[in-house]
Every structure is written in structure tokens, then in C-alpha cells.
């Protein structure tokens, strides 16, 4: 009984630090607010089981012990936790009435377009409506107004009427979102999920690897990091008596500045490269807005597979003369 008193206690008091808080958010963006969703539809629902089942379960994921399917993504978040901070955590979950996002978890349409299966969402589909382009078609027109100008549509000696454009980021829990077609092949592809607590990324604390590393992607239908990101393209590096040298050249004599070094050796790694640990530095959130003006860009994928596929490290040479 004074265990439990005391952990009631400490769940309390760290309930107002807003750091703990923020750790606890963090299990929403795949459990829910309530912790009553099954996270990638295959963990047990958090708010029913018993607080002693749960302690013992986040305990067991940071020693290796228990768990399954959700093995690699939990050992990921807990690492780091003490054994007091995960008894305040259980209790937490077990007597708030939700954890404070920014938006709920729920989201019964995009659920909707997942559970009917089909296509990638093609979200430039609205933007390449022919009749749009023709309507947005500004060069052929004798004259223009200046409401037609731009991306503000208003007025341009006025700003009364000027607003930003109401948008939100709002997106289902990550195991149950439609991925996004590609803008073009082999481009880096938009998240399709929340990433509600996920954020920000950092060397000491990236929860995409959770579910995106190769060895568990699959188990966790998440869409594996590619080859390329376990690849240092980066030309080798190092300072010798005072001279820059890159790939064995002196750059200033061998070369006359660093581009004029035309490929480097690539070398592949057994880890992921530390120059990609900041996933959103190219993958990025897609927000609910309508695109602004009509896009006559058609992408050529060659293969319709690479609609929601890469071959990026097949490719990587392609078209450089060594």
C-alpha cells in the first residue's frame, strides 16, 4: 500500500513538470488520449489493463524481456526511463482522464480510406483537374485583375483583407494512415501519419527507427528505411599538415575546390548514417489544405510501383560518367 501511495505521489508531481508530460504525450500519438487504441492494431489497449500489468510490462521492454511485435518500438521509448519514472508513468495513464494533444487521435474518415484499401491517396489530383488549369490559365486572358495575382487573392493596394490560409496537420495515429503517392519517382515521401509527439527528432531520441528500421518494418507495416540511408556518400574528409584533403586529393591543389570532385566513394554502413538521423530534414508532415493554384506537373514513374516505392540505390549512379 505504500508503494502505490508513493507512486500516486510521484505520478502527481511529475504531472506538472512539463517535460514528464511530454514524454507521456508521446504514447498517445500511437495509443490514443486515453490509451484506448490498439497501437499499429496489435498492442493490447493500454487503459484496461491492470496498473501492476502495466508497469511490468514498460519494465520488461526496457530490459529485453517481454513483448512481441511491439518489442523494437517500446525498448526504443522506455531506455531511458528510470524504474521510478515508469511506476509515475503507469499511474498516470491510469488516473488522467486523457493526455492533453493538440488533436484527437480519432480520425473516422482517413480510417474510412485506409480500411477500403486501393490506390496510394493522390493528393495532387485536385490541383491537375483539367478544367481547373484552364480556369487558372492567366495567359491566355486580355486582361487580369489583381485579385487573380499571387497566392493572396485580395486586393494589392489593400491588406485589410489578407489572411493566412487556415491549415492543420491533423492525421491518423501512425499503423492506421493511407500512405501519399510520390510527387515523382523516387522522391522522399510525405508522412501519412501523425507525428503528434513524435517531434522534435534528435540523435538521442528519433522514434521513427522504432518502426521504420528494416528488421522491424515489416512486423510493424511500416515502410522500411531504405539501402541509401545506411550509405555515407560523403566524400572522405581529413586535415594533414595543415591541407584539406578529400578522397585522397589535396584540394587546392589536386583540386581546385571541393566540386570539382565528382563522385565519392560510397561506403555502406551496418547502422544508419549519422547524416540522416533528422528524418523531417526531407520527410514532412502533409497538411488538410487545397493547393493554391492548378499544377500541370505530370511525374513519370516508369512503374506505377514506384508510385509508393523507391529504387533510389538502384539508381543512385545513374546518368554520372565516372
Known sequence: MKKIVRSVALGALLAGCSAYAASVAVCAGC?????EKQAMGKSKIVKDMPLKDII??????????YGDTMKGI????????????????AVLIKTQS????????????????????GQVININEDAS???????????????????????????????DKVKPMAFDYDRP????????ERAYKDAPPMIPHSVE?????TKENNQCLGCHLPEVAKSMGATPIPPTHFI????????????????GKVVGKDLKNTADLKLAKAKRLKKLYEGRFNCTQCHAPQARVKTEVANTFKPDYRDSIYKEHSSLADAMNEGIDE
Open 31 to 35: 495509443h490514443g488520449q486515453h490509451f
Open 56 to 65: 511490468k510490462a514498460l519494465k520488461g521492454y526496457k530490459a529485453g524481456t
Open 74 to 89: 517500446m525498448e526504443q521509448q522506455v531506455k531511458h526511463l528510470s524504474d521510478s519514472d515508469i511506476e509515475a508513468m
Open 98 to 117: 486523457g493526455v492533453p494533444t493538440q488533436n484527437a487521435t480519432k480520425h473516422a474518415a482517413d480510417a474510412a480510406i485506409t480500411a477500403a484499401g
Open 129 to 159: 483537374d483539367p478544367a481547373r488549369i484552364e480556369m487558372e490559365d492567366l495567359g491566355n486572358r486580355n486582361s487580369i485583375s489583381d485579385t487573380a495575382l499571387g497566392l493572396r487573392k485580395t486586393d494589392l493596394m489593400g491588406e
Open 173 to 180: 495515429a501512425p499503423g492506421a494512415a493511407k500512405k501519399f
Open 197 to 201: 509527439g513524435l517531434l522534435p527528432i
Open 232 to 247: 555515407d556518400y560523403r566524400p572522405e574528409t581529413i586535415m594533414k599538415d595543415g591541407k584539406v584533403i578529400k578522397e
